[in-house]
């Protein structure tokens, strides 16, 4: 009886051969492989299909359209509550029929990390002190919301936003903005 043990273990699966270790790696390693495959496709066309950030705009006509760098007083909705308000922002990149700004504010934001000081007596000649810009999020505003421009970011401050952000002109080549 003690001589089957061990040939019974083998068969009802508690000891695994050797085959099926081979098996089941060959198994994992094409799962792997698909997946890698899968992720590639996804982000290819997830690339594809979303314009990119150009240096330059694509025709003359967007040059006269306010340009990242430049700061301007817009129309912005409150995060907390309904409701608008006049305030300076930062353009990061232009669109086609707006652009994506970063907030800009004169309360002092020194305690939060992505709120960095910015320059304001350069494009607001009323300002005693200087102001905060917001790193974190930006904010899509159509042109309509643009209320006037004020001046541009100094070069010290622009080059800590293009760490942080993609800068530039979106569109998609010989697309609907390429006119």
Not at 7 to 29: D, Q, R
Not at 35 to 57: D, G, K, N
Not at 110 to 121: A, F, G, K, L, V
Not at 127 to 148: H, K, M, P, T, V
Request: net charge positive; aromatic share 8%.
């Amino acid at each position: 009886m003690m001589g089957t043990l061990p040939y019974a273990m083998a068969i009802s699966g508690t000891a695994p051969s050797a085959l099926t270790m081979i098996l089941g790696l060959i198994v994992f390693v094409g799962g792997l492989a698909l997946l890698t495959q899968l992720i590639r496709y996804i982000a290819e066309r997830r690339a594809a299909t979303r314009p990119a950030v150009h240096l330059e705009p694509p025709n003359a006509s967007w040059r006269s359209r306010v340009h990242p760098g430049q700061i301007c007083w817009a129309s912005l909705q409150f995060a907390d509550r309904p409701g608008w308000k006049d305030r300076p922002c930062l353009v990061i990149r232009t669109h086609e029929q707006g652009v994506e700004v970063l907030k800009i504010t004169s309360k002092n934001k020194s305690h939060r990390y992505e709120c960095i000081q910015i320059p304001t007596r350069s494009w607001d000649k009323r300002a005693r002190e200087d102001s905060w810009l917001d790193l974190g999020e930006s904010y899509f505003i159509w042109d309509q919301a643009i209320r006037r421009v004020a001046g541009s970011c100094d070069a010290a401050t622009w080059h800590q936003v293009m760490r942080r952000h993609r800068t530039g002109y979106v569109y998609i080549a010989n697309g609907a903005g390429d006119k």
